[in-house]
């Protein structure tokens, strides 16, 4: 996978890859959080002390950015925001792909809480000054489907779309329910930890309630 933060600050990007050797197996040097430019109100550096008017402080090591935010803060964050993204597409390829009406209503009925997520998502990175800028971007990660994987479901009809859906959600809603756990026990923003608790119990309802396949 391809580095997304080019520069970034050698704290910000350590933060980035245990966040993501601790909850993303086969991922380690992938997901990295982007940082806010240099004219932004407070500037992260490599230090532990991150901010150029000495407001950073010091969370396990970790430099904070704008907002009182760590680098895992950051991280998880903008990993949660690539998954949903993509989820929520999937999830509306539903409509007109599958003849199954439980599919497609509970399809509908998580995509609106993957948008409503993704509002408070982005809020948190707005509050904070980060650019939301996806740097996830053509990554393939566990809870995130491939491009190829991700040309069948948009090519598939009927029983064959509705087993992919099934799958591609599936291992999304694992892998969020994996890393709301995960950061919520790291040295994470309570605000963060506050949205974390959500995201996996929307995750968990959501698995919970996903219609079984016929005959299943």
């Known amino acids: 996978m391809a580095d ?34 240099a004219s932004a109100t407070t500037t992260t550096t490599a230090a532990p002390h991150a901010s150029a008017n000495g407001a950073g402080q010091d969370h396990g090591g970790t430099a904070t950015a704008n907002g009182g935010l760590n680098a895992t803060d ?31 209503d509970w399809a509908d009925d998580t995509a609106d809480g993957h948008r409503a ?29 491939s491009t190829r994987e991700l040309r069948a479901l948009e090519t598939a009809r009927g029983s064959r779309f509705d087993r992919l859906l099934r799958s591609a959600l599936g291992e999304h809603l694992k892998q969020k329910r994996m890393l709301a756990t995960s950061v919520r026990k790291a040295d994470a923003d309570p605000e963060v930890k506050r949205v974390a608790l959500s995201v996996g119990t929307s995750a968990s309802d959501a698995q919970r309630r996903m219609p079984s396949a016929p005959g299943g």
């Open 117 to 145: 997520e993704l509002g408070t998502l982005r809020a948190l990175l707005a509050k904070a000054g980060i650019p939301d800028d996806n740097p996830h971007a053509g990554h393939e990660m566990p809870g995130m489907v």
């Open 4 to 37: 997304a933060a080019a520069g970034a600050p050698r704290a910000t990007l350590l933060a980035a890859a245990l966040l993501c050797a601790l909850t993303v197996p086969g991922c380690a040097g992938s997901p990295q959080p982007s940082v806010p430019p």
């Open 74 to 104: 950051i991280g998880w964050i903008q990993l949660m925001i690539a998954m949903d993204d993509q989820a929520h597409h999937i999830l509306r390829l539903a409509r007109g792909r599958t003849a199954d009406k439980g599919l497609l």
